[in-house]
């Protein structure tokens, strides 16, 4: 019997275990994880950005979380010997059409209370000499990690206080009861006073299976990425990003310089045939079957018909991937590039085909579900586990940790 137990071993579920684990150390916690390693999916398939919060709406979970996990997470890494580099970035506009978008991000960052500066090109030069923009707005307060070296550490603390990992445990069936939670898996079965939800890819599965169904289902986008060239790495002295397109959810194609000094390019957005897919070829009939016959998908496709076919244009044309690149770097060309694991984003969208923008965690009876959480979860995952870790007191009127 756990007090608590955490379906999910990625950084947002293994942060929320931190949480619960150091405000109450007497408990007793489990992570339930189904694969052999913890982190393997969106926590171990990303560029390990840090992000400001500079394109989220003011406010938001997103823009709160990121901005103050930015600071959080520099903390953690600085306690506990984990390489980090607070490296700032650019973001670069290239045309005149973009420099009103430009000016409104620029606007939504200092709502946001981010110290961030407009530049004009010869500045711009100064801090990436290979890109060509007309503005761009520098961010001081991005920068790069290893998140799945956090996650391990994560790990490491939760251990240190008790709780228990269970790998190769994949969640069947959650029963709710007035008093306790009992979860079915291919394990045999575990008992917990409160369950949290932090499946990511199978988010909404998860919170199905525990009887709470919600007008959103989980979309799996694939981005998919190529590195530089060891001899064209130069190119990049940080991060590069375009200006977003404010009616396309994506980020568009960037460079990130990673911890280990590599340099990525991309990613671009097209919809994965299975929720874990990594690769073009990964195929899921039960996962595909649901994204087809979801109304959301198809009213979300059809106010991006453009933007869609051309993201899947480049997942199959490494000359067209590389002409976007070269909107920001000129320099680039199709041989400085070579195919990079892609990872996969879970993406909540609702039935009317909005995307659910912000992170979404719902209550239940004796369970939490943390239904979106996508980038920039990884950057504000400390603070989501804090935030979980009060909704359960107050939920659940803790004052003192629970002795079962």
């Not at 070296?149 to 959650?174: D, P, R, W, Y």
């Not at 299976?209 to 790495?233: N, Q, S, V």
């Not at 969208?349 to 943390?370: A, C, E, P, W, Y």
Request: aromatic letters at 8%.
């Amino acid at each position: 019997m756990y007090d608590y137990a955490i379906v999910g071993g990625g950084i947002v579920g293994l942060s929320t275990a931190m949480a619960l684990s150091t405000r109450y150390p007497d408990s007793k916690i489990a992570v339930i994880e189904k694969e052999s390693k913890l982190a393997e999916h969106q926590t171990g398939n990303n560029s390990g950005v840090i992000h400001s919060g500079i394109y989220y709406k003011p406010g938001s979970y997103k823009a709160r979380f990121a901005r103050r996990g930015s600071q959080s997470m520099v903390e953690f890494c600085e306690t506990h010997g984990i390489d980090y580099d607070i490296c700032g970035k650019v973001i670069v506009a290239t045309s005149e059409e973009e420099l009103p978008l430009l000016d409104n991000l620029y606007e939504r960052g200092l709502q946001n209370e981010l110290a961030i500066k407009k530049i004009g090109p010869e500045e711009l030069k100064e801090i990436e000499p290979h890109v060509a923009g007309l503005a761009a707005i520098q961010v001081p307060q991005a920068g790069i990690v290893n998140y799945r070296q956090v996650s391990e550490k994560f790990a490491e603390i939760i251990e240190a206080h008790g709780g228990v990992i269970h790998l190769n445990t994949e969640v069947m069936e959650i029963h709710e009861e007035s008093d306790q939670v009992i979860i079915e898996t291919n394990q045999g079965s575990f008992k917990a006073n409160v369950v949290i939800n932090c499946a990511g890819l199978h988010s909404d599965r998860v919170a199905k299976a525990a009887g709470y169904t919600t007008d959103m289902k989980i979309m799996p986008f694939r981005g998919e990425y190529f590195m530089l060239k060891p001899e064209k790495r130069y190119l990049v002295k940080n991060l590069i990003y375009p200006v977003p397109n404010p009616k396309f959810p994506f980020l568009g194609v960037h460079y990130t310089r990673m911890i280990d000094g590599k340099v990525e390019a991309g990613p671009n957005a097209v919809l994965s045939f299975k929720r874990e897919g990594y690769k073009m070829t990964d195929f899921s009939a039960r996962d595909l079957a649901e994204s087809l016959t979801y109304p959301g998908l198809w009213k979300l496709a059809s106010k991006f018909v453009k933007e869609g076919l051309d993201e899947y244009a480049r997942s199959f044309s490494k000359k067209l991937f590389t002409k976007s690149l070269q909107k920001l770097i000129p320099e680039i060309h199709e041989d400085d590039l070579v195919r990079a694991p892609a990872g996969v984003r879970a993406q909540a969208i609702n039935s009317d085909g909005t995307l659910v923008d912000d992170f979404q965690i719902i209550m239940g009876k004796r369970t939490v579900h943390v239904c979106n959480a996508p980038s920039p979860a990884a950057t504000a995952s400390i603070e989501i586990g804090k935030e979980i870790a009060d909704m359960v007191a107050e939920k659940f009127e803790v004052k003192e940790p629970i002795l079962l």
